[in-house]
């Protein structure tokens, strides 16, 4: 059966790095479907973010026309903090016969061992990790020692069981980040050829980054 893939983020806003990433693991990964969920209230990070519903709205957007991307209001729908782990049992209760696959940036996946209950993941989902080119995994420490255990070099493996497994892949980098793009529109310049049309639209229409935040 196709792994159904996850991808989390506080997406504020959605970039075409964020885009570009998924539709390359799903392809690569042969991907049944990747559910984009917004964060609410992300446990590692400073608020304030963008309301979460205007997030939310941003990210149908940019995915409007593209078959297998899916906008999840799941987090947005729970109160309390973001925790991954809640996330990944609710879509375990909703496909309990589904491989399932956390899709992660580099970044995110290095920081695994502060997050909440992390070590059960492995549980819930396959861990697929997006990473640039020429990276090499690091050999040491927790995360060492995860990949030494759980890391496998085929993609098929992610498709011959439900959870358990870690998968590093390559794809193109895009330097855009959601940081640097709010900075951007709020010193008035244009987002234009980073983001959707569609995503710089809402944008322009709503000013939601006009503020200084
Ligand atoms: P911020 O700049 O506000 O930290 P961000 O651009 O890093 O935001 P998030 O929504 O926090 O975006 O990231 C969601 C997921 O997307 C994370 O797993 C992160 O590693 C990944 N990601 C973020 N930017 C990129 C990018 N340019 N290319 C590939 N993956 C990315």
Redo the contacts with the bound molecule.
């Keep these: 059966m196709r792994p159904l893939g996850i ?6 806003p ?5 885009l ?2 998924a539709l390359e693991l799903k392809q690569m990964l042969a991907l049944e479907r990747i559910h984009f969920v ?2 609410a209230n ?1 446990p590692h ?1 400073a608020a304030p973010l963008t309301d979460g519903r205007l997030r939310l709205r941003l990210v149908e957007a940019a995915i409007a026309n593209e078959q297998g991307f899916v906008a999840d209001d799941r987090e947005l729908t729970r109160s309390g903090p973001s925790y991954t782990i809640d996330t990944l049992a609710s879509f375990r209760a909703e496909h309990p016969a589904v491989p399932l696959c956390l ?7 290095l920081g695994l061992p502060a997050w909440h209950r992390w070590r059960e993941l492995l549980d819930y989902a396959h861990i697929v990790v ?1 990473h640039r080119p020429g990276w090499r995994a690091p050999e040491v420490g927790t995360i060492g020692e995860v990949l030494r255990e759980r890391r496998t070099l085929k993609p098929a493996d992610l498709a011959q069981s439900l959870a358990g497994r870690v998968h590093v892949q390559a ?1 193109t ?10 900075a951007t529109i709020r010193a008035g310049l244009d987002p234009k050829f980073l983001m959707p049309d569609s995503v710089r639209k809402v944008i322009l229409e709503t000013e939601c980054y006009a503020e200084s935040r």
């Excluded at 959605?14 to 964020?18: D, L, P, R, S």
């Design positions: 991808f989390g983020g506080t997406f504020d959605i970039h075409y790095g964020h570009r990433t917004p964060c992300p990070r899709l992660l940036g580099m970044d995110a996946f997006a794809v980098q895009l330097e855009i980040s959601s940081t640097e793009l709010r």
